[in-house]
């Protein structure tokens, strides 16, 4: 097997117009001179990466490239498909090009005020509130976290092997993204692809809420096709489902257990001493839970310096992950017509149906 890299040096085809697209897209999402040079660092190295991706043809077609590999990328191929045709997830270009990575694609982090439990956040004019800020390299997201800091600020720093530019570009399959399982690959693929199918405005957590679901559910359908109801992979895929069920049920226990005891009528220091009893309390019933766990999903949990921004990034995702448990029942056990629903609530802007979800 050659090195990818070496593959890459022996083939690279500059196209401007689509080094210059994401840019464009963020001069128009400008609010400020702070956003001018964080937009303008994320623009040049998400250019970076389109210059240096190539079409997954290519690397199919490629005789030195391990099997293995051609595998993961036909595989990830064959779940795109899936998403359109049977889940009704929007038609893109996404993953028609392959990108290789030495580390993690993006680094994100999320802050919180430490007495209560309020997340920072982050405007633009075309995508909204947003209550997390990427970067592309270690080196930017730990100034940020140093910054958030020195503000007061509680921070938490996590690593994404995947992200989403809702349809404007042509988002990569990444290096990275081949060494994970079958049943994490669907449910990372069709968790994008619903970003870039449904999105609405200054609604985060919502968006990824919706996104977990149907990367969750549809990944099963997917296998179940694909492998059969008994096969491995499908267990696998739901156990992975009802782990995050699971883990959304002790985190909004553990937010509401926090939220309680912020509101009491007491002084800013006396919360910041009494949060740390609470914090040690909450890993304690976190480590008797791990046992009813199905999968290492959640292994390094428990190792995570617990504050009240790291439950936040993670609720982000698992929070009311009943709720559209509930709807998928409704809708007759239906994955295509969970994503039809929120499609017309998209579009008809029924803030009223969202609204009453979100409650």
Known sequence: MIPVEEYFKKRLVMKKSALFLLLVFLLLSLSGCGNLLYLSKLGW???????????????????????QMKDKILFIQEVKRYGEEKLGLTRTGNYSKYSEVGGPVLYVITASEKDSLQLCHWSFPIIGKVTYKSFFTKE?????????????????????????????????????????????LANVILHEMTHATIYFKGQTEFNEQMATFVGNQGAIDFLCEKYGKGSKEVVEAIHCQKDDLLFSQWIDQACETL?????????????????????????????????????????????????????????????????????????????????????????????????????
Do not use: C
């Open 140 to 184: 930017g997201v730990l100034k940020e976290k140093r910054s958030l800091e020195t503000k007061g600020y509680d921070t938490f720093v996590q690593e994404a092997g995947a992200y989403s530019t809702l349809g404007w570009l042509k988002d990569p399959i990444f290096s990275s993204m081949l060494r994970w399982d079958e049943a994490t």
């Open 259 to 359: 939220s309680h005891f912020y509101s009491r009528k007491i002084s800013r220091d006396e919360k910041l001493r009494g949060r740390e009893e609470l914090f040690q309390r909450l890993k304690e019933e976190f480590r008797e839970k791990m046992a009813s766990f199905k999968t290492g999903g959640y292994k390094n949990f428990e190792k995570v310096d617990m504050n009240n921004a790291a439950l936040l990034a993670y609720r982000r995702y698992f929070h009311r992950l009943e709720k559209f448990e509930a709807l998928y029942d409704q809708l007759g056990g239906d994955t295509r017509r969970v994503v039809e629903y929120f499609k017309t609530v998209q579009a008809t802007g029924d803030r009223a149906t969202l609204s009453s979800f979100l409650q």
């Open 45 to 67: 190295h998400q250019s970076s990466i389109s210059f240096h991706s190539v079409p997954v043809e290519e690397v199919l077609e490629n005789e030195e490239v391990d099997r």
